[in-house]
């Protein structure tokens, strides 16, 4: 999208045809524990995405049994604490990047059963997510692994319906850019600048630029899997009171 826009059609053909074979889409769902390989726009390269895996392995990782303990982590990093964990300042101060969605899915709890939704822009324009990511190097292969985790902020009254896990102590959701902020993530910042950024960003987009949808079953023997109809609307009787 960002190479369309841009006009830049080497771009958008070095994308396509040498860069998507090396990532694991189209991803029509796909959870953060399966590590999916995607494309993310890094700040030095804003405007050429690179190949990396979502679960962010900080560079300092010295041992597969490490990597191994900390990937499922470290998928997301909540907004208000980036520069707080170990795990994420270095990289939310020297490497920002976007991720491009469609849509999202979260969970609503009822009578405990969970029941998926599928949550997009009303625009129908891709998301962008907020994210960073790091540069590991692996012990025993030696190859450069680069890995990414998406920044997440407070879940909006939208959310807050949806997302109503009993065991977290509120709701969340990713950190949705628009253009300009997009933009503005990208920029070399230092840690009051974007202390003062991050203040600003972390409110969340309001729940009339969002439409939503049950879908079908994510988990378990009913899961259809990575399939383009993964989205598509499914009826829930028992929600019709919950969503009114």
């Not at 709701?171 to 202390?195: C, F, G, T, Y």
Request: aromatic residues 10%.
């Amino acid at each position: 999208m960002r190479a369309k826009r841009l006009g830049d059609d080497r771009a958008v053909l070095e994308i396509e045809e040498k860069l998507a074979p090396l990532t694991d889409l189209p991803l029509y769902h796909a959870s953060g524990f399966q590590h999916p390989k995607m494309f993310i726009y890094p700040c030095q390269t804003p405007n050429l995405p690179i190949v990396a895996t979502w679960g962010l392995i900080p560079h300092w990782v010295t041992s597969t049994a490490q990597q191994t303990a900390i990937w499922n982590k470290t998928i997301n990093a909540r907004g208000e604490t980036l520069l707080e964990k170990a795990s994420f300042r270095e990289a939310a101060l020297n490497n920002r990047c976007l991720i491009y969605v469609d849509g999202f899915y979260e969970h609503h709890h009822l009578n405990k059963q969970t029941y998926p939704f599928y949550i997009g822009l009303k625009n129908e324009q891709p998301m962008c997510f907020a994210g960073i990511f790091d540069v590991w190097l692996h012990p025993e292969s030696g190859k450069e692994w680069v890995s990414f985790a998406i920044v997440t902020t407070k879940g909006n009254s939208l959310l807050q319906r949806i997302h109503n896990n009993p065991r977290l102590s509120g709701p969340r959701m990713p950190l949705i850019l628009n253009e300009s902020e997009a933009n503005h993530w990208l920029l070399p910042d230092d840690e009051q600048v974007l202390s003062k950024k991050m203040a600003h960003l972390l409110n969340p987009k309001p729940e009339e630029e969002f439409v939503y949808r049950s879908v079908a079953k994510l988990r378990g023997a009913a899961y259809a899997g990575n399939i383009p109809s993964i989205s598509d609307p499914v009826e829930y009787p028992e929600l019709a009171f919950a969503f009114l």
